[in-house]
């Protein structure tokens, strides 16, 4: 390779460095905790976007509640099994984290109101939102199908979802709700960069298995992450910590987990083992589990 292009194998270094080392080393803030505010039925809610205070937040609050109710699985099969549990943090929670929006962003007067980190969700209960749940090594007798739909949506600077998890293959379609540009940066397991105009939605399909890091580079607060898998057993738990896994074959398994801030792996060979559960055909077993706090 000629020396004049040896710089420019530094960017992927430095974008996979920034990403992963500033947010950790930004960690001391006057934000508000990031624990949900519980809506007007004592239900605890999302807090996904804002202030609780903001009308706008309190939508974006109204709105991500709706996304998790409206969450469906697919019916059990004959002869297969269910897993479903709730994942909660043990310990108090840690400090917020720094979370600033640069004032010299174009779109700073936007964004700023809505959005703050997503490191750690956590509802009044302190149930965990964005942990991936699957279960441990499991080779599947045919080759796993993509998804026939998966999006993740600009809005209001934010990704939605924070962290998605796919089949193998399938296509995600980049939605923008903003009336301004974002993009949609993958590094590491998925490698693209899509420009996302409102009314203009992108489609890029996600071939590698494993982690994908995303950023906005418009708008760099913008963080988000995709988990690539080779089966179908796996899900990414709700506002309320809740998750399920259908259409397992009977047998005995080892749950993992990944968590952006709890439970954190590059590799998904060294993800954390949370517990062992026995499958069987025709039930759903249950398996609840905790993350400490860090
Ligand atoms: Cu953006």
């Known amino acids: 390779m000629k020396r004049r292009y040896l710089p420019l194998l530094l960017i ?7 990403y992963v080392v500033l947010p950790n080393a930004a960690s001391r803030a006057d934000e508000e905790p990031a624990v949900a505010p ?12 804002g202030s609780p205070k903001s009308t706008e937040g309190s939508k974006s609050v109204a709105a991500s509640a709706k996304e998790t109710a409206s969450k469906t699985y697919p ?8 897993l ?18 640069s004032t010299s962003n174009k779109d700073h007067a936007a964004c700023v109101a809505h959005v703050r980190s997503e490191r750690l969700t956590l509802s009044a209960d302190k149930e965990i939102r964005d942990v991936v749940i699957a279960i441990s090594g499991y080779k599947p007798k ?3 199908k993509p998804q026939k739909s998966a999006v993740i949506n600009n809005d209001k600077c934010s990704f939605v979802p924070h962290v998605l998890a796919v089949t193998r293959g399938t296509r995600v379609q980049l939605t923008n709700n903003d009336p301004f540009m974002h993009n949609t940066h993958g590094l590491l397991g998925n490698e693209f960069n899509l420009a996302v105009m409102k009314g203009v939605p992108q489609r890029q399909r996600l071939a590698k298995p494993g982690w994908t890091a995303l950023q906005c580079d418009i708008h760099p607060w913008m963080k988000g992450h995709i988990h690539v898998f080779d089966h179908d057993l796996f899900d990414v738990s709700d506002a309320a ?10 047998g005995e398994y080892e749950i993992e987990v990944w968590h952006e801030k709890l439970a954190f792996s590059f590799d998904p060979k060294t993800w954390r083992k949370v517990g062992k ?12 589990f905790t993350l400490p706090t860090p």
């Open 12 to 18: 992927p270094i430095l974008a996979v460095l920034a």
């Open 38 to 49: 519980k809506n007007t039925e004592g239900k605890e809610v999302a807090q996904a976007t």
């Open 75 to 82: 019916a059990l099969l004959p002869g297969m099994g269910a």
């Open 84 to 101: 479903e549990g709730k994942v909660v943090l043990v310990g108090d929670p840690p400090a917020p984290e720094a979370f600033a929006v």
């Open 142 to 144: 045919t080759r796993v």
């Open 241 to 250: 910590g809740d998750f399920k896994l259908v259409n397992i074959p009977p």
């Open 277 to 288: 559960v026995k499958i069987e055909a025709g039930k759903t077993a249950r398996l609840d």
